[in-house]
Structures are given as structure tokens and as C-alpha cells.
């Protein structure tokens, strides 16, 4: 299974920004499991775009304004949640932001 | 009188419906299918043990009839076909090992954890159970939870597919995940159990059954982790409640709290299982919330008059309990044990500092522990005061009916 794991966090979490992942990413990817991601510059960065009747539409600043904000990705694939859940726990970001684990379509 | 072969059926469906589920399941990975066929496993059942008689094994029978219907409905479909193929391989390897292997976990374990995966809300881990494990139909679930019938089928049905799409597995969890996942499984059983007991003679009687249900299996469970002292502890806690049950309500559907009780009615086999189970478990010296929360019921249970209660025990495994899994609610039921064990004003300090916290607010037991205290010490008017505030926040009518009759015997 391929999961995409949604690292979000409050405004407190940006501290964290610059600490890399203590050592996650190169265990994760020693184990096989790991297959991509990346962190995220600050909402305060972001550009959202939408196409209606063919022009394009920019705004400043994130999609949606909310409290907790995408802070970085990353995609694994493992055997199951059990295994997914495991891996998301061993991130440091899940002891001060939260991990949403999203299961992959499956094609 | 149900003649015998309906009465066969029916017995097997209780005994035999979650492990039929449960293998179909692991053979074909489809919930949908695993219950479609039992279903039709059942009812082939009604018709051919009424020609042929009741087989020896009937839940090796069902299991077999099941099977032979999934086989016939994947032949069916096109992409049946492939998992047709799976199916088959994993029968030959069963059939050749022969079944009923020591050390193969029984399919209802995997059933039981899949079902209260933490990653299913708590509801849907409840109805997931009823349904799978203990077959209670889809109507049957929605009326206990007195939810629509077609948003109790919407929850099964978003459960089974999370199952499906996030890739919960089915499997009894690995040792070093149990700490975690077992609680979980107890948790479901435990809120099945209070549905079912809490519930009045004015509600749905099909609650009551919640409890029996509960009971079944947490007996199932305690079978298949016999090693697990708080399965065990869940057990003896419930079957010491529900010793108590024909005695919990008058004539009326009044409630009649402990010391009223007419003891005579409690089921003594119940309470003699549930203290012998609670004995037992607490020799292995891994207590538990489960196991100290029986501990306490079977200090109730035993005593013979209201007078013959060890309330200094009691007292003694509320404040255990409070160290295991701390919270106001059992606070209280320490600082009632205390006023009982060491008289009112004993009682009434604890009471009144967990007030002064605010943690309770808004629950009537508070007041009414209080009022009851405040009586005890001839503080007729402020207990009067305190019934009255506990019946302005009394969920249920008998409640309100016995606070209401507690204040009118202040005099």
C-alpha cells in the first residue's frame, strides 16, 4: 500500500522547520519504505491559482486559512496502516504537530 | 415451543455466525460477500438439517456451505476469478493442514481487533462488531442506538470501506502492539455492556440485549487471550453488574440503588463466575482498571446486607483506581466509599473539594453525593438544596422520579 503522509502543524510548529527529520528519512529510506517528499516553505510563501472560464485566478497565501497548515509530505509504501501508522509515529514532527496518513488510489 | 431444527439454527447462529464471518472473511478479503454468504449459509441450514437432521459439527458444517457459496458467487462474476484462484490456493493449504491447528489464531480474534481498529471512530467500531461478530442485523443496531435505519447502514458501510482503502489488516496485532490495541478492543465491549445496562424499561428492550451480547464476547475474547488479565477483569466486572440486573429496576422501571436492592434477586451463579474469574486473574498480580473496577463490584456483590460492605476496601480500590486512570468521576466514588467507611464529614471534605475544581459541573451524581452526605449530617436544608440541584440536571425520568423521592423523605 502507498500512503502520503501530511505533515501539518500550528504556527508554533515553523520553529521546527529548519531541524530536518533527526535522522527519519535516511532510516526510512534504509528500510525500503520511503519514496519521496519534502518539506514545505510557509504559507506566508504560498500563491493558490484557480482557472475559471478560462482565466486564470491568483491569490496570496494558503488555499484555506486555517490554525494547522501543511508543513511537508512525504510517500512511503508498506504493508498496511498498522506499518504506516509505525512510520508516521517514528517522525519527530508527530510529537509537536500532527500526521494525517492518506492511503493512495489505488490504479 | 420452537421445533428442534429452528431452535438448532438459532443456537448455532449465536455460537457459530461470528466465526463463519471471520474465516470467510480471511479467505476472501470481502466483508459484503463474507456476510452474504453466511446469511445464505443459514438459511440453506434451515432447510437441509430439517431433511437430513442436525449435523455433528454444525459450525464446521456452516462454515463449509458458506464457502461453497462464495466459491459459486466469485465463479459468477468475471473478476471473481482471479481471487477464485486465491480462495482455492488457501483451501488446499488448509485443508491439507487439517483445520483446527493449535497456535492459529482464531479468526474471530482478527475479526474482534480489525473491527475496534483504532482508526475507526468508536462508533463505527461499535456497529462494526455488532454486526460482524455478533450478526445483529442492521435494524436491530440502528434501533439500539437509536439512530435511522439507512445512517446506521451508511456508518457500516463507510466503516468496511476505510477497512478496505486505508488498509487496516486483518490480523490479531503483533505482541508489541497489544499494550495498545487491546484496550481498545475492551473499550467497545465495555460501552456495548453499558448501553445494554444502563439501559431503562421504559427504552427499547432490545438495549438489555446489548449486555448479553457484550458478555458473549468478552467470553469469546477471554477464551482466545486466556494470558490477558484485564479480558478476563472486563468479563468478571460485567458479569457482576449484570448479576444485579432483576433487581436494579421496581415495578415501576423506578431505579433502586444498591443499599435497596432486594439481594435475594441478584443472580448468585453470576456473582460466584464473576468472583471466581475476578480471583483468578488477580493471582497473575498484572491488575488493571478492568480488574480493580470488578474488585469494587465484587465487594458489593458479596455482602450480604447493605450493612456487611467493605467500604474501607472499596475506598482502598477507588484510590488505586484513581493512580490507574485518573478522573473526577471516580474521585467521587472514592469520596463516597470514604463518608460510608469513615463517616459523612469524611465524605463530604473530599466532596467538596472535588466541587471546588469545577471538573463535575453539570453532573448530577455530584449534588446528589453531596445531598446524601449532607443529610447523613442532619443538614437538612442544604440538603434539600443539593437534591434539588441534582435533579435539575437529571438525564433520565427515573433519576428525576428517585432524587425527587429522596427530597420528600428529608421530611
Known sequence: MKYVLLICGDESAAEHADEGCGGWSEKMAERGVLRGGAGLRPPSDATTLRVREGEVLLSDGPFAESKEQLGGFCLIECADLDEAIEIAAAHPAAAYGTIEIRPLIDL | MTPPVEAAVDRAFREEWGQVVATLIRWTGDWDLAEECAQDAFALALRTWRRDGVPRRPGAWLTTAARNRAVDLLRREATG????????????????????????????????????????????????????????????????????????????????????????????????????????????????????????????????????????LARVLVRLMPDEPEAAGLLALMLLHHARRAARLDEAGDLVVLEDQERGLWDAGQIAEGVALLDGTLRRGRPGPYQVQAAIAA????????????????????????????????????????????????????????????????????????????????????????????????????ERRYLARRLAALG
Not at chain 2, 119 to 129: I, N, S
Not at chain 2, 315 to 323: E, H
Not at chain 2, 333 to 341: C, D
Not at chain 2, 369 to 396: F, I, Q, S, W
Open chain 2, 81 to 216: 476469478a482471479a481471487k477464485l484462484r486465491e480462495v482455492a490456493g488457501v483451501l488446499r493449504i488448509e485443508d491439507a493442514a487439517g483445520g483446527d491447528e493449535p497456535g492459529v489464531p482464531d479468526d474471530r480474534l482478527r475479526l474482534i481487533f480489525t473491527c475496534c481498529h483504532p482508526a475507526l471512530a468508536l462508533e463505527a467500531r461499535v456497529a462494526l462488531t455488532l454486526r460482524t461478530l455478533a450478526g445483529l442485523g442492521t435494524t436491530e443496531i440502528a434501533r439500539a442506538f437509536l439512530v435511522g435505519e439507512q445512517a446506521m447502514a451508511k456508518r457500516l458501510a463507510r466503516a468496511k470501506q476505510k477497512i478496505r482503502h486505508a488498509g487496516i489488516p486483518y490480523r490479531v496485532p503483533p505482541a508489541h502492539l497489544l499494550p495498545e490495541r487491546l484496550p481498545a478492543v475492551l473499550a467497545v465491549l465495555y460501552l456495548l455492556f453499558n448501553e445494554g445496562y444502563s439501559a431503562t424499561a421504559g427504552a427499547d428492550l432490545v438495549r438489555h440485549d446489548l449486555a448479553d451480547e457484550a458478555i458473549r
Open chain 2, 299 to 398: 465487594c458489593h456483590a458479596t455482602a450480604a446486607r447493605p450493612e456487611d460492605t467493605d467500604w474501607a476496601q472499596i475506598a482502598v480500590l477507588y484510590a488505586r483506581l484513581s493512580r490507574l486512570v485518573p478522573s473526577p468521576v471516580v474521585e467521587l466514588n472514592r469520596a463516597v466509599a470514604v463518608g460510608m467507611a469513615y463517616g459523612p464529614a469524611a465524605g463530604l471534605a473530599l466532596v467538596d473539594a472535588l466541587r471546588e475544581t469545577g471538573a463535575l459541573a453539570g453532573y448530577h451524581l455530584l449534588p446528589a453525593a453531596r445531598a446524601d452526605l449532607l443529610r447523613r449530617l442532619g443538614r437538612t436544608a442544604e440538603a434539600a438544596d443539593a437534591y434539588r440541584e441534582a435533579a435539575g440536571l437529571a438525564a433520565t425520568d427515573a
